[in-house]
C-alpha cells in the first residue's frame, strides 16, 4: 500500500470517527440534560477509570498509551460540553458580585508598598505594618480598599500578596501598572487595589484564579487544556508551595476573559468541580498592548 491509499484509508477512518463523535455529543447532551434535573456529579474519576481500564483490555501494547490519552480526551471534551449545557439549562453558578465599586474613601497599604504609592494622586492612605493587619482593616470597613504591589514584572512577585488575596474573602477589582527607577533601572510593577466585594464589570478583560490541583500525574496538563479548549488565552500563570499538602502546589493564574462571558463562566463551573481547591481572586480591566 502506497502513501496515497494510506492517506485514503485515514480519511475514511477520520469520517468514521467525526460521525461516532457526533453521536457521543449527542448522548453527552441528554447525559446533561439527566444530570441538571437530579443534580448529579459531571465528573466521577472513579467512574472513568474503570472506563479506561474496560476499554483497554486487549488493545495492542504497542498502542495501549495513546489509546489511553485518546480516551480520556473524549472524556475531557464530553465533561467540557456538558458543563457549557448544564449552565444552559440550568443557573447553578453560584457566585455572588456586584457590577459596581462603591465609592472609595480611604485607602490603606502595607508600610513596604508605600513609596510607590506616592506616584499616584490618592488621598486618605493609612500605611499599616504587617499584611493581617491590612486585611482586617479592608474587611472590617466599608468603602475601603487596600493597596500593594502584587508583582514586580520580570523580577519577582509578591506571595504575601498573593496568600492574602487566596486566604482571605479579598477580591482584586483593580491592576495597573507603575513604573518606578531604583538604582537607575527602571522597574514595571503591578499595583493592585482590592476590597471585599467581588466587583464584575462589563469592560473587564482579566480574571485572576487561584486553583489547587489532584497531586497526580496529569492534572495541571488537564487544567490548561480546560482553559485552552474554552477559546481562553493564559496571559500568565504562577506557582507555590501548597502550605497545607507537602509536595503540592497552588497556582494563580491571569485569564484573559470576563467573567460574563457564557464560556469563561462554564470554565469556573468545571474548575470548581475538578480542582481540589479554587477561588476568584478578581477582575479588572488591563488596557492592551
Not at 42 to 55: G, M, N, S
Not at 69 to 93: F, P
Not at 135 to 148: C, F, Q, R, S
Not at 212 to 241: Q, R, T, W
Request: aromatic share 6%.
Amino acid at each position: 500500500m502506497d502513501l496515497s491509499e494510506v492517506r485514503v484509508n485515514i480519511d475514511r477512518v477520520d469520517n468514521e470517527i467525526k460521525k461516532l463523535f457526533e453521536e457521543r455529543m449527542h448522548l453527552s447532551d441528554a447525559v446533561a440534560r439527566c444530570k441538571a434535573e437530579t443534580e448529579d456529579a459531571i465528573y466521577k474519576p472513579d467512574r472513568e477509570v474503570a472506563i479506561i481500564e474496560r476499554l483497554t483490555t486487549g488493545v495492542d501494547p504497542s498502542i495501549k498509551r495513546e489509546y489511553i490519552a485518546l480516551i480520556k480526551r473524549i472524556m475531557e471534551v464530553s465533561r467540557k460540553y456538558q458543563y457549557g449545557r448544564t449552565l444552559e439549562l440550568k443557573d447553578c453558578l453560584n457566585i455572588p458580585y456586584i457590577d459596581s465599586l462603591t465609592e472609595i474613601d480611604d485607602y490603606v497599604v502595607e508600610k513596604r508598598d508605600e513609596d510607590i504609592i506616592r506616584l499616584i494622586d490618592l488621598k486618605n492612605v493609612k500605611t499599616v505594618t504587617g499584611m493581617d493587619q491590612l486585611a482586617k482593616i479592608v474587611l472590617e470597613n466599608d468603602n475601603t480598599a487596600g493597596l500593594g504591589i502584587m508583582e514586580d514584572v520580570g523580577y519577582s512577585v509578591s506571595d504575601e500578596m498573593h496568600k492574602i488575596i487566596c486566604d482571605k474573602p479579598l477580591y482584586i477589582n483593580e491592576c495597573r501598572i507603575i513604573s518606578s527607577v531604583e538604582n537607575g533601572i527602571e522597574h514595571k510593577k503591578k499595583l493592585i487595589k482590592f476590597t471585599k466585594n467581588l466587583v464584575v464589570r462589563p469592560e473587564d478583560n482579566r480574571l485572576k484564579i487561584m486553583f489547587v490541583c489532584e497531586n497526580k500525574s496529569g492534572s495541571l496538563a488537564s487544567v490548561l487544556s480546560m482553559i485552552a479548549d474554552y477559546g481562553i488565552n493564559l496571559a500568565e500563570i504562577h506557582s507555590k508551595a501548597d502550605e497545607k499538602e507537602i509536595w503540592n502546589y497552588v497556582f494563580i493564574a491571569e485569564l484573559k476573559c470576563s467573567f460574563v462571558e457564557k464560556e469563561t463562566k462554564a470554565l469556573i463551573f468545571q474548575l470548581m468541580n475538578e480542582t481540589d481547591v479554587f477561588k476568584i481572586m478578581g477582575s479588572y480591566y488591563i488596557p492592551e498592548e
